[in-house]
């Protein structure tokens, strides 16, 4: 893909999907940075430690980072057996701490890639509660918002949830700001080290029926093209879009042709 001299932040490098996209950009010709609490495996350039449930640790990693970048891919997370706190934390206000904090540290045609997931099916049924959520301006304040506000049902759902809202409700706003882009890919099911934990979180035969709908879960190689896709200059006129990449699944519900899964 045409990825070639760009400069890439991925987060969540270390393992899964991120490790997966991180060595798709860097085989097609970009320089890869890893931000993540690990370290990467992946021939990236540099590695610089985040922790995304902490305001000050993105600061610290974003001020390392420096400037002039031309893709971050949002791709860390946590599954939602981990403390709810802590995965809205991770999966929402950290990822749009992060995002933020690097509008202006991007290059002028820059693009955001936020990995979010199927999970996050049902935000049409909750756009007004994330619609307010996306009233607050600060990790603190999206904190408070989620202890006052706690939305019923897995927390993984509803960050999930937000990050897709997040993704369309901005694409004016970051075209306004440089021409920057931000679209999401949204994954079913991969096999990765954290299924099992998503297993336990979202019930396994639910898993099992996906699985069996398709034949086979995701590997990380399945969902690495599309975020190197969002990521490269090919897919310049696409912005604020969230799109499946979950090999059918969510087309087979939208039709009614299976049940939407109880997750």
Excluded at 83 to 109: A, D
Excluded at 113 to 137: C, H, K, M, Y
Excluded at 148 to 160: D, L, T
Aim: aromatic letters at 6%; a negative charge; charged letters at 20%.
């Amino acid at each position: 893909m045409d990825v070639a001299g760009l400069r890439c932040l991925v987060t969540g490098a270390a393992s899964g999907i991120g490790d997966a996209v991180a060595r798709a950009l860097i085989a097609d010709g970009a320089e890869v940075v890893s931000l993540d609490r690990n370290k990467p495996t992946a021939d990236v350039a540099s590695h610089i430690e985040i922790d995304l449930a902490d305001p000050a640790a993105i600061d610290a990693a974003v001020a390392e980072a420096g400037s002039g970048w031309d893709v971050l891919a949002n791709v860390a997370g946590v599954p939602g057996n981990a403390p709810s706190e802590t995965v809205f934390r991770v999966n929402f206000l950290g990822l749009r701490h992060l995002t933020e904090s690097l509008f202006e540290r991007m290059n002028p045609g820059g693009s955001i890639v936020n990995v979010a997931s199927i999970a996050g099916f049902g935000w049409p049924q909750r756009l007004e509660t994330v619609r307010d959520l996306l009233t607050t301006e600060t990790f603190d304040e999206g904190l408070a918002w989620f202890r006052e506000h706690r939305p019923e049902g897995n927390a993984y759902n509803f960050s999930k949830e937000a990050v897709v809202v997040y993704t369309m409700a901005m694409g004016g706003a970051v075209r306004e700001m440089n021409e920057l882009r931000i679209n999401a890919v949204m994954p079913g099911p991969v096999e990765t080290p954290i299924l099992a934990d998503f297993e336990e979180s979202m019930g396994k035969q639910t898993l099992d029926g996906v699985r069996a709908f398709l034949g086979r879960h995701a590997t990380a190689a399945d969902i690495a093209p599309a975020v190197e896709f969002l990521a490269s200059r090919s897919s310049g006129w696409i912005n604020g879009v969230a799109f499946p990449a979950d090999g059918g699944i969510t087309g087979a519900v939208m039709a009614g042709l299976v049940p939407p899964p109880e997750i």
